[in-house]
């Protein structure tokens, strides 16, 4: 059973930056996708980036440029630099296998294992 644990938010200003963690255990030796989800206020939660096993990334349009994923085999790190308040909400660190999701990444419901979250704030 895989277990993430994420950790890493806070509250900043515009324009700052935050750098979130995930930590992995209990993950087999299938090829796993790692996605990292954001949940607005009152809104459904929303893909924002996601990495494979070979640690090819892709982004939702309103990350490109902005944040950056990337993954070992312990955890997996999304930085965010020019935050804007926006980018406001709950961080969830989400993953499955590969095949399955990798090419509906997007989709939160593809996915089986969850983290339990963690504020990013930004004003």
């Known amino acids: 059973h895989v277990q993430l644990v994420e950790s890493g938010g806070g509250s900043v200003q515009a324009g700052g930056s935050l750098r979130l963690s995930c930590a992995i255990s209990?993950?087999?030796?299938?090829?796993?996708?790692l996605a990292w989800f954001r949940q607005p206020p009152g809104k459904d939660r929303e893909g924002v980036a996601g990495?494979?096993?070979?640690?090819l990334a892709t982004y939702d349009d309103s990350a490109k440029g902005r944040f950056r994923i990337s993954h070992n085999a312990a955890k997996t790190t999304l930085q965010m630099n020019n935050l804007k308040p926006e980018d406001t909400g709950m961080y969830y660190c989400?993953?499955?296998?590969?095949?399955?999701?990798?090419?509906?990444?997007?989709?939160?419901?593809?996915?089986?294992?969850w983290g339990q979250g963690t504020q990013v704030t930004v004003s």
């Open positions: 990495i494979d096993s070979d640690g």
């Open positions: 989400a993953g499955d296998s590969q095949q399955k999701v990798r090419r509906n990444w997007l989709a939160a419901y593809e996915y089986g294992s």
């Open positions: 209990g993950r087999s030796n299938e090829n796993y996708f």
